[in-house]
């Protein structure tokens, strides 16, 4: 997905705003975005995912950003400790919380197309190593971004076809 890179000077294809289309993606309220993790996530963890969550609601973009990449190492290295198949799904929600948080925060005040694709590089390694949240939140804000880089825009309604 977000293989081409884009030159820094290279304007976003707009059609609407990438934020709006981007939040109305999610809940309301931090209160609305249920973190359903089991026991074999650390407290720790849980308490810095509430954490994120609330900056992110709260507009602290830059605090959210770090707090999120802090998740993603964390859960980065609980993704890699053992065999796959042994990762407990939980970590892996984990890693797609942070995903989902780095790219919106990078998406916020995005400055160029060089911005969207790292968010859309975030999706695409929370697709890879993550589990599904929210209803697949993580493809739809992929295919949103897609939209807003120049170059990147599927006619509405196609669906490429599998080979």
Not at 18 to 46: F, N, Y
Not at 49 to 74: H, K, M, N, P, W
Not at 125 to 142: F, N, R, T
């Amino acid at each position: 997905m977000a293989g081409d890179t884009h030159c820094p000077a290279e304007p976003l294809a707009r059609e609407g705003t990438l934020w709006e289309a981007l939040r109305a993606l999610l809940p309301h309220s931090k209160e609305d975005l249920k973190l359903d993790l089991g026991e074999k996530v650390e407290r720790s963890v849980v308490t810095l995912l509430q954490r994120a969550t609330e900056l992110f609601y709260e507009g602290r973009r830059d605090e959210c950003l770090q707090s999120s990449e802090v998740i993603l190492d964390y859960s980065w290295e609980k993704l890699n400790t053992g065999t796959w198949q042994d990762v407990d799904k939980d970590w892996r929600r984990v890693y797609a919380i942070g995903c989902l948080l780095k790219a919106l925060c990078l998406c916020q005040a995005p400055e160029d197309a060089n911005t969207v694709a790292a968010a859309l590089r975030v999706c695409d390694m929370g697709l890879l190593m993550g589990a599904a949240i929210l209803g697949d939140i993580l493809l739809k804000v992929a295919a949103i971004l897609q939209t807003h880089l120049p170059g990147k825009r599927p006619a509405h309604g196609s669906i490429p076809e599998q080979p």
